[in-house]
C-alpha cells in the first residue's frame, strides 16, 4: 500500500515579521543611545581643586547677579523708565515712574504717606510737601534737598542722620567735615554720583545703600553683588561641608543663617546615616547631643537638650525606635509639641 504524505498547510508567517520587526527596531534604538554623545558626570563640589572652585564660585555669583538686578537703581542711572516697570514693590515702582517721567499722578498712587509727600515735594519742586513728612530726618533731608539750605540738617541730633542729610547738599566741602570715614565716602558718593567711593566703606548695608543712591550704572551691577557671593557661599558651605566658607559670608544674618544650615546639614546626616563623625562636626551643644544621643541611642541624653527646636530631631528619632508617642510630652514648647504629635500620627498610620 503506498505511503499516504499529509502536506501540511504552511504556517503564517505574520509573527516572525512581527518578531523581526521588533529585533530591527531595538537594534535602531540600540544604536541611537550608542551614537549619542554622553554627557560627563559632573564633579561633585567637594572634588573641585581651589582653583575650579573659585571659578565655579565666579560663574555662579555671575548668574545670580543677572538674575537679581536692581531695576529701581538702573532706572535712575540711565534715567530710563522701562527699568521702572520691572520693578516689584509697587510704591517703589510707581516712586520711579513718578521721578523718572516727572509726573506727579504716579505719587498719587503710594500708600506710605511719608513717602508720597516726598515724592510730590520731588517731582513739583515743593518744599512745603517736605514740611507734611513726619519722620524728621526724612523731612529735613528733604528740606535741605530742595532749598540747599545746611541749616536744616542741623536740627537733627543723631549723627549718622546729620551725616546723611550733609549729602543733601551739592558741596563735597561738607562731607569733607564728617568725621566718620564711611558716612564721608558715602556723602562723596551721592554728590559725585561715583560708585567707586562706596568701595572702602566697611558696614555693609551702608555700602549698599551708597551703591544705591549712586546712581552710576557700575554701582547698580554692584549691587546685587555682596548678597549673590553671600548665597553662593552658603551653598558652598553646605556642599563641601565646611564652615570656613560661611566666615567669608558678608552681611551677619546671612552669616548666621549658613551656620545653621550646616548644624542642620550634619544634624540631618549624622542622625540618619548613624554617623558620629558627622555629629562631631557640629558646632552648637545642644545639636551636637542631640545628634550623639541618636547615634548612641542614649534617650535621656536626648532628654537633656536644652532647645525644643533641636529636641525635637532626637525626639522623634527615639519614637521611631521605641513606638513611644508620649516622648512627644518631652517638648514643653506648643509648636514643637504639636508637630511631634502630628508626626508620630502619620508615622503610625504609614506603619498599618
Do not use: W
Not at 558651605?237 to 559670608?249: H, I, N, P, T
Not at 551677619?252 to 548644624?263: E, K, M, R, T
Amino acid at each position: 500500500m503506498a505511503e499516504e504524505f499529509s502536506i501540511e498547510p504552511k504556517k503564517p508567517i505574520k509573527k516572525y515579521i512581527i518578531l523581526s520587526s521588533i529585533i530591527a527596531l531595538l537594534i535602531i534604538i540600540i544604536l541611537i543611545f550608542t551614537l549619542i554623545p554622553k554627557e560627563e558626570p559632573e564633579l561633585e563640589l567637594k572634588d573641585l581643586t581651589e582653583a575650579e572652585l573659585a571659578k565655579f564660585i565666579e560663574e555662579q555669583v555671575a548668574i545670580c547677579v543677572k538674575e537679581n538686578q536692581d531695576y529701581r537703581c538702573l532706572a535712575y542711572a540711565t534715567n530710563n523708565e522701562k527699568y521702572c516697570g520691572k520693578i516689584e514693590n509697587i510704591n517703589k515702582r510707581n516712586e520711579c515712574f513718578a521721578e523718572i517721567t516727572k509726573d506727579s499722578k504716579y505719587c498719587q498712587e503710594i500708600e506710605s504717606e511719608d513717602k508720597k509727600n516726598r515724592c510730590f515735594a520731588k517731582v513739583m519742586n515743593n518744599p512745603s510737601y517736605c514740611e507734611k513728612i513726619q519722620d524728621s530726618s526724612k523731612k529735613y533731608n528733604c528740606l535741605t534737598l530742595l532749598t540747599q539750605d545746611i541749616s536744616y540738617c542741623e536740627n537733627l541730633k543723631d549723627d549718622t542722620d546729620r551725616y546723611i542729610c550733609y549729602a543733601s547738599i551739592d558741596d563735597p566741602d561738607n562731607c569733607n567735615n564728617i568725621p566718620d570715614l564711611d558716612y564721608k565716602n558715602n556723602c562723596l558718593a551721592e554728590i559725585n554720583l561715583d560708585s567707586s567711593y562706596c568701595d572702602p566703606i566697611t558696614d555693609i548695608k551702608l555700602r549698599e545703600d551708597c551703591l544705591e543712591i549712586t546712581t552710576d550704572k557700575e554701582g547698580c551691577l554692584k549691587l546685587p553683588t555682596i548678597n549673590c557671593y553671600d548665597e553662593v557661599y552658603v551653598m558652598v558651605a553646605s556642599l563641601r561641608e565646611d564652615f570656613s566658607y560661611c566666615d567669608k559670608v558678608q552681611y551677619p544674618v546671612n552669616q548666621i543663617d549658613c551656620q545653621a544650615q550646616l548644624q542642620y546639614h550634619f544634624l540631618d546626616k549624622g542622625m540618619n546615616t548613624m554617623n558620629i563623625t558627622a555629629c562631631n562636626k557640629i558646632e552648637d551643644p545642644d545639636a551636637k547631643n542631640a545628634c550623639i544621643s541618636v547615634v548612641n541611642k542614649d534617650l535621656e541624653m536626648c532628654k537633656s537638650v536644652e532647645k525644643d527646636e533641636i529636641k525635637f530631631f532626637c525626639i522623634l528619632q527615639f519614637i521611631e525606635f521605641l513606638h513611644q508617642p508620649e516622648l512627644c510630652n518631652e517638648l514643653t514648647e506648643l509648636e514643637p509639641l504639636n508637630d511631634c504629635n502630628e508626626y508620630f500620627a502619620a508615622y503610625l498610620t504609614e506603619a498599618e
